[in-house]
C-alpha cells in the first residue's frame, strides 16, 4: 500500500514546519526557554470519515492508505526529527566548548598584557 507522505505534517504548536525547514534554525526559533527542548508536534492531515472528496484520484488514495501505513510513516518521520534535533544538539554544544575555549584564550592573553 502507498504512504501519503504528503499527510504528515510536522509543527511547532500551530505553526506548521515547511518541508525543507533546517532544523538548527527551527531550533533556534522555538526552543523551550525552560527546559531546552524542542517538542515538535507530528500531525497526519487527513479527512474526517464524513466529508465529501472533491475529487477520486483523493478518494483512491485516501482508501490505499492503511492506518498502519500512517503509524509507521509517522515513526519513520519522527525517527528522522529526531536524528535532525540530534544533529543540532551536537552542532550546538560544539559551538558552545568552541565559544568557552576562545574565551578562555581570550581572557587568558588580557591577563598577560
Known sequence: ???AWNKLQLSMGDVLLE???VMSDVYNQFVDDNDG????TLTIDV???GAEHEDQGAADEHDAVSEADLARAAEDRALAAEARALAAEEKLACLGQAFLEESARTAKLQDER
Do not use: K, V, Y
Open 1 to 3: 500500500a502507498a504512504i
Open 19 to 21: 518541508d525543507g525547514s
Open 37 to 40: 527542548g524542542l517538542h515538535i
Open 47 to 49: 479527512p474526517s470519515h
